[in-house]
């Protein structure tokens, strides 16, 4: 059965910095961070296909966040730096999309996520 387990969220303050995990069974699959926030619809935030190398940030994000990936630990990461309130939210991650990255009715699996409060 496959797993996702969300990790390392918690309180920071603005301009603080935080790194989420993401424990997986297998994740040798495309991987994408979502969040959602108090009253808002879920949005993507990065995503990190399986092979391609490559990696995908929201605007809200670009330049502050970073995604990567451990596979021979099946672990997914997301490094977020120059933390503002507007990032609050419950962070998940996701595997294996069937579409455009962005849209998370396109992802198959799921974590129960892991909250992300920043303060001024």
């Known amino acids: 059965q496959y797993q996702l387990v969300e990790s390392g969220g918690g309180s920071v303050q603005a301009g603080g910095s935080l790194t989420l995990s993401c424990a997986t069974s297998y994740p040798y699959s495309d991987m994408a961070w979502f969040r959602q926030a108090a009253g808002k619809e879920r949005e993507g935030v990065a995503c990190?296909?399986?092979?391609?190398?490559?990696?995908y940030y929201d605007d809200s994000v670009r330049g502050r966040f970073n995604i990567s990936r451990d596979n021979a630990k099946n672990t997914l990461f997301l490094q977020m730096n120059s933390l503002e309130p507007e990032d609050t939210a419950l962070y998940f991650c996701a595997a294996r999309s069937v579409g455009p990255w962005q849209v998370a009715t396109n992802w198959k699996y799921w974590g129960q996520g892991t909250q992300v409060t920043v303060s001024l």
């Open positions: 990190i296909p399986s092979l391609s190398g490559a990696k």
